[in-house]
Structure formats: structure tokens, C-alpha cells
């Protein structure tokens, strides 16, 4: 039947090869389970429902296997168990035993995940015979974050309007919100942040809270605890008081009173996301009050209860002198070690905002005492919105394999924030999401594969992006072991080529004003110095570049000495990053053999001709891929191929007018 991209990666179509399936039966004839939690009981049927589609049987589901064997045991065991010892909370394990298969873990929502883990072997062909599958999470709070706004408009959201219909709720639940939860809980996704982050109020009012915990009591069965992102004034705006200086007793005592209100309708309420003195959103500066004294203050709101703050460090100030690159760092660095207990601090994964490659944010090893959560963004709002396909699991391992040196050598991004570098008492990464309300969920199909990879980084950074893809496009796509090859290697591929006819050797913001959609490198006004593109890629007659070491802005003076020394010359800096720190001259010869013009444009005309061979590669899988799916990608990728010209021609003209060179000679025919 036709496909529409609904069912995401929860596919469970029917296991073809019968003797392959009869295998699978064997071990799984039935399913035990003393489902005295919601979760548990999400397990059993979870369970139950990808058997059912996998093998094409119903399969039953009871209190205890007794003395039966041949089925799926779904168990918490409380710890000390030699099963679980070695496990976190939300760890699982799954063992081979007595010719039954046992899913074991210390908690219900652990138990869950090993049953999604179970799931994932039939869904990608592997054996599930003398199994031991052990796997914990890496970092604690794993979360979505929704730029959805009350309007149902999403910020930077390109996949329709947002899935949550505040004029519903609380008394419609739209059947979605349980897909919602299941495809998050089947990554180990564990919370979501439901509200954009340049905050409405109205989050904060009774009226809104009651929607909120209508969808809270959905996700619950899940795993999943819902964050509310705040606007930092609500005190005066909907409290009606005269401030919100977060050091006034009114204030204080307002939140404190907000906080019970919200548990006492959400008793499991996650917390708070806040971005403030952030792009024109108020905050604690505005009273003379530091991003410490706002973010505790909301932290002892929380005390009594389980939740937490994320306190977002994307902060730049309109600065003609400054560097946009050190803002965060200079405004955060300071107050390392003064953060409340319940604090973590949100860190985007570069410096400037979700370029198509960035180096890692500076503060990831320089905040020993804070606990760092990563940003990554799934919507690509950089990334070519929902037309360009790009795969952004490379994106993400390239930021959490950088080397901080904090520690020696070693001291990846990933252990800062896994909390092993310095010891995080709380760890957490987040994911602007990528959903809305298109059937597919995400606009472009293979956009799916972002949202799935968010997931199982948070849950595990060292999975490769290549096992990921490969997983993902098994569950999602296909089979068949040819066209399994085909796209996960078009996978792999497709960030390197967007960034070669975007934004190659490092040349960043350049796109479209506003929109951030298309090329506009020749943007030279605009409020702010740092909203000018000219401001970014300083191209002169001499050469392109933001020159950031000692004779510039000397940004890479907030790296350990061994970083600066990867970057710190136009010899030594690998070739992606070179437009961050150096003013190269045109002529300057690469380890390519190329000059800088040369290489530059070289990578333009290769980077929109690889996507021919985009096309050509899909073009391939067409009997392998639903026909439905197919055409969607197809359509998108020929939409892709025109702008990547669009996006070459607009950037080679405009940087000629100042190279004054040739566009190199096996690239001069006209198309
Ligand atoms: C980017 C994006 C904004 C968003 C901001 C943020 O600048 O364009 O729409 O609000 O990031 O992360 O806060």
C-alpha cells in the first residue's frame, strides 16, 4: 500500500522472507509481562503491535511466562541485580535465557527502551537468538525543544503548522500527540520543550497550563515529561506585578507560587527553557541582574520539585568593534562555578547560529563547574529548509568528536557534555525539532532521519552516522541490502556537498536575510553589524575571510593552546574551517594545489554537480523505495538541484567582482 511517510521508522511492515519470520516467531510466541505501570504497559504493547505487523500474528500478552519458554519476558528488576547492576536508570538489558528473551532494566521507561532496542533487531534483520544487548544512556536529559507558537505558527518551521492545536486542547486530543510520543520514546527521547523560546506569557497562565497537562497526560505512558520555555517577564506581564527583577521578595515569591500552581496540574513537569537578553527577548540585565541571578532565581522555584533550568547561552550584542564569536563566551565565562545545582546552561554547538559547519562553541570545556546541555537544530534552518536533503548526523558527531584539550588530549565535546570530562552532576542535550503538521512529519522525508539521529546521539554519541543511517533508512525505507547501500551513502555525502556550493572552506552567514533561505553574500545593511553577511566573509581585493587570530579579533584566543595551534595558521587550519579564522588571499596556494579562488569555486561547480549525482543515485533505489516516497524526494531533490546553481552562479559572481580571476577553465561552459 501507499506510503506517506506517517509511520516514521515505526514501520513494522511484514518481515517477507518467511523463514526468517518463522525464526522470529519462535522466540517471540508470547509476551510476559506484569504491567503494573503505565509505561509497562506502554512496553507490552508497543511489543505487541511491531509483532503483530512484523509477523503478521497476534501475539498474546500475560501477567508471567510461568514455566513457559519461547517468549519476551518484560521485567524491572530493582537493583542489586546482576542483570542491572551495571546499568543508569534508563539502561536496559537484554539476555538470552532459559530459552526465553528477557528485557530488564531498573526502571519501567528503561525496560521500554530495551523493548524499542528488541523491536529494532527484527525491523533491521538482525538475530535474536543468545542475545546480550546493554546499553544505557549517555546524558540524562534528552529533549526536543518546539519553536511552536501559540498561533500555531513554528519558528524556522518548514513541516506545516505545529502539531499541538492549543484551541483543542485541553478537551481534543488530536490522535497525533500519542505518534508523538511513541517515535520519541522508540529514540529515547525523554522530554520536550512545547513552546518556542522567544516565549509567549500566556504559557505561564492557568488557562494555557490545563493544555499543557492535557498533553503531558499523553506522553506520560511514554517516558516523556514536558518543559514550558519562559518569558522572562511574565511576572509583570501576566502577574500584574510592578518588576521582574529576579533579586525582588515579590518576584520571587510570584515564581514560587507559578512553580506549585504548575505542579499542581503537571506534577511531573520537567522545567524550564529560558532564553533571555537574547535578540531583543527581555531578562535579568534589564534590572542589572546577571544571567546567574535570573537563572537561580528559577532554580529555587524548582527546589522542592524535580525539575530543572536550561539557561541558553545564545547571547551577542550589537558590538561594531566585537566579534560575535566571543559574546557567549565573554558574557558566561565569568559566572562558571555560580550557577544554581539545578541549572544547566544551553549551549549552542558553534559560536555564531547552526551554520552548515561551525567550530565547536568555545564554553564546551571552558565551564567546568556549569553543566554544559548541548543545541544541536534539526530544522534546517540553514540547511535548505525542507527541500535540500541534508543528513545531519555528521554535523552532530563532527562538534561532539572536537577535542576541547581541557584535559589533555581527549577532552571531547561529547565528555563535556556526557558529564565525564568534569564530573556534571546533570547532563542533557537538545534538539530544536524538525516536526510539524505535514503527513510526513518533517516536509522532506529524509528529514526523518535527523529527528531519529537526534535521538539516538542524545542516548549514545559513539554511534557512527553511518550505523544510524543505516538503521534508520532499514526501518524507514527499505531493505533491500542495494538500495540500503545507495542512500545511506547519499547520505553521507549530502552535508559535504551542501556545504560545498553553500558555504565552502568555512565561508559562514551568507544566506538570505531573514529568511536565511538562499544566497545574499553581498548584504552590507542591516540594524546590526553582525546581521551583515559583509561582516562574516570580509572579502577584499586581497582576499575572503574573518581573520580571527592575534591580528583580527583574536577569537581563537578562548581555545587551549593546542586548539589554537590546529587553527592558528592559514597552513595548519584544515580546509573546512579556514574562512572561520583566516583572511586568505586569493592567490594563496592550498594543500590542494589549488590557489584559495581556485579551490573555492572548484568547490562550487563540484558541489552543484554532486547533486546530479544526488539524483542519479535516487534515481536507482526507485524500485527498492515506496512510490509515494519516492516521488517526494525526487521532487525535492530537483528543486535542490536548481538552487545549488542558483546558490554557485550568486556567489561566484559576487566574489569575482573582488578576486578579479577566472572562474578555473574546467568550469567555464556555460550549463
Ligand atoms: C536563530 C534563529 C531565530 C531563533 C534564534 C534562537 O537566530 O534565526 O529564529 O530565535 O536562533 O536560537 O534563539
Not at 505487541?48 to 517468549?71: C, D, E, M, W, Y
Not at 539545578?342 to 553543566?371: C, S, W, Y
Not at 534539526?378 to 527541500?387: D, K, N, R, V, W
Amino acid at each position: 500500500h501507499a506510503d506517506d511517510g506517517y509511520r516514521l521508522w515505526l514501520k513494522y511492515d511484514l518481515i517477507k522472507d518467511a523463514a526468517r519470520r518463522d525464526g522470529y516467531a519462535r522466540s517471540a510466541q508470547f509476551i510476559a509481562v506484569n504491567a503494573s505501570s503505565p509505561i509497562l504497559q506502554t512496553a507490552a504493547s508497543e511489543l505487541q503491535t511491531g509483532l503483530q505487523g512484523l509477523l503478521g500474528k497476534s501475539i498474546p500478552v500475560n501477567p508471567n511466562a510461568g514455566s513457559r519458554t519461547g517468549g519476551i519476558i518484560l521485567s524491572v528488576s530493582p537493583a542489586p541485580n546482576a542483570d542491572v547492576q551495571t546499568l543508569n536508570n534508563e539502561g536496559y538489558r537484554i539476555v538470552s535465557r532459559q530459552n526465553n528473551i528477557i528485557v530488564t532494566g531498573k526502571t519501567a521507561a528503561a525496560v521500554l527502551y530495551g523493548t524499542f532496542a528488541l523491536l529494532r533487531q527484527l525491523q533491521t534483520l538482525q538475530p535474536i537468538t543468545n542475545l546480550t544487548l546493554t546499553s544505557s544512556p549517555k546524558v540524562q536529559y534528552r529533549l526536543l525543544n518546539h519553536w511552536d507558537n501559540v498561533n500555531g505558527t513554528i519558528e524556522r518551521g518548514y513541516a506545516g503548522s505545529s502539531l499541538w492545536k492549543w484551541y483543542e486542547l485541553p478537551e481534543r486530543l488530536d490522535p497525533r500527540y500519542r505518534d508523538y510520543a511513541r517515535a520519541n520514546a522508540s529514540i529515547g527521547i525523554n522530554g520536550t520543550v512545547v513552546n518556542n523560546v522567544n516565549a509567549s506569557p500566556r504559557f505561564m497562565t492557568g488557562e494555557y497550563l490545563k493544555k499543557v497537562a492535557a498533553l503531558a497526560n499523553v506522553f506520560r505512558p511514554y517516558g516523556i515529561k514536558v518543559y514550558l520555555s519562559v518569558y522572562f517577564p511574565a511576572p509583570r506581564t501576566v502577574g500584574g506585578l510592578k518588576t521582574a527583577d529576579p533579586l525582588d521578595p515579590q518576584v520571587r515569591k510570584w515564581w514560587a507560587d507559578k512553580v506549585k500552581e504548575i505542579y499542581s496540574v503537571i506534577p511531573d513537569f520537567g522545567g524550564f527553557l529560558v532564553k533571555a537578553n537574547s535578540e531583543g527577548e527581555p531578562g535579568p540585565q534589564d534590572y542589572g541582574r546577571s544571567h546567574a541571578d535570573g537563572a537561580n532565581m528559577l532554580a529555587e522555584a524548582l527546589a522542592p520539585y524535580d525539575g530543572v533550568v536550561m539557561w541558553r547561552a545564545f547571547v551577542y550584542k550589537a558590538d561594531p568593534k566585537g566579534d560575535r564569536f566571543k559574546a557567549a563566551y565573554e558574557e558566561f565565562k565569568p559566572y562558571d562555578g555560580q550557577f544554581n545545582k539545578k541549572v544547566l546552561v544551553q549551549v549552542k554547538n558553534g559560536p555564531i547560529d547552526f551554520q552548515v559547519r561551525e567550530p565547536f562553541h568555545p564554553m564546551f570545556g571552558a565551564m567546568p563547574q556549569t553543566p554544559l546541555m548541548m543545541e544541536f537544530q534539526l530544522t534546517q534552518e540553514y540547511l535548505g529548509f525542507a527541500t535540500h536533503m541534508v543528513y545531519e548526523a555528521p554535523l552532530f558527531k563532527e562538534t561532539l568528536e572536537s577535542d576541547t584539550y581541557a584535559k589533555g588530549k581527549g577532552s571531547t565535546v561529547a565528555k563535556v557534555v556526557d558529564g565525564s570530562l568534569h564530573g556534571y552532576p546533570i547532563t542533557g542535550m537538545a534538539g530544536v525539532a524538525n516536526t510539524g503538521s505535514d503527513r510526513n512529519w518533517t516536509g522532506h522525508t529524509m528529514g526523518q532521519a535527523n529527528w531519529y539521529a537526534f535521538g539516538r546521539l542524545a542516548w549514545d554519541h559513539s554511534l557512527t552516522s553511518e550505523a544510524i543511517a543505516d538503521e534508520w533508512v532499514k526501518m524507514t525505507l527499505t531493505r533491500d541490502p542495494q538500495a540500503v547501500k545507495t542512500i545511506t551513502g547519499l547520505m553521507l555525502r549530502s552535508r559535504e556537498i551542501y556545504a560545498n556550493y553553500t558555504n565552502p572552506l568555512g565561508v559562514h552567514h551568507i544566506m538570505g536575510y531573514g529568511i536565511h533561505y538562499g544566497p545574499e553574500p553581498w548584504l552590507d545593511k542591516a540594524p546590526r553589524p553582525d546581521w551583515r553577511h559583509t561582516y562574516y566573509h570580509r572579502a577584499d581585493s586581497v582576499g575572503i575571510g574573518f581573520d580571527r587570530t592575534a591580528t583580527g579579533s583574536n577569537a581563537l584566543s578562548l581555545y587551549t593552546p593546542e586548539v589554537q595551534k590546529q587553527w592558528g595558521t592559514m597552513e595548519a587550519c584544515p580546509l573546512p574551517y579556514l574562512l572561520w579564522f583566516h583572511h586568505v588571499p586569493w592567490t594563496k596556494r592550498l594543500s590542494t594545489g589549488r590557489t584559495l579562488w581556485d579551490e573555492f569555486t572548484t568547490r562550487y561547480y563540484t558541489g552543484a554537480d554532486s547533486v546530479r549525482w544526488m539524483q542519479q543515485q535516487w534515481a536507482q533505489v526507485k524500485p527498492a523505495v515506496d512510490p509515494e516516497i519516492f516521488n517526494d524526494v525526487a521532487g525535492r531533490l530537483a528543486v535542490q538541484q536548481k538552487e545549488a546553481i542558483w546558490w554557485r552562479d550568486a556567489c561566484v559572481l559576487y566574489f569575482q567582482q573582488f578576486a578579479r580571476r577566472p572562474i578555473p577553465a574546467p568550469f567555464k561552459k556555460p550549463e
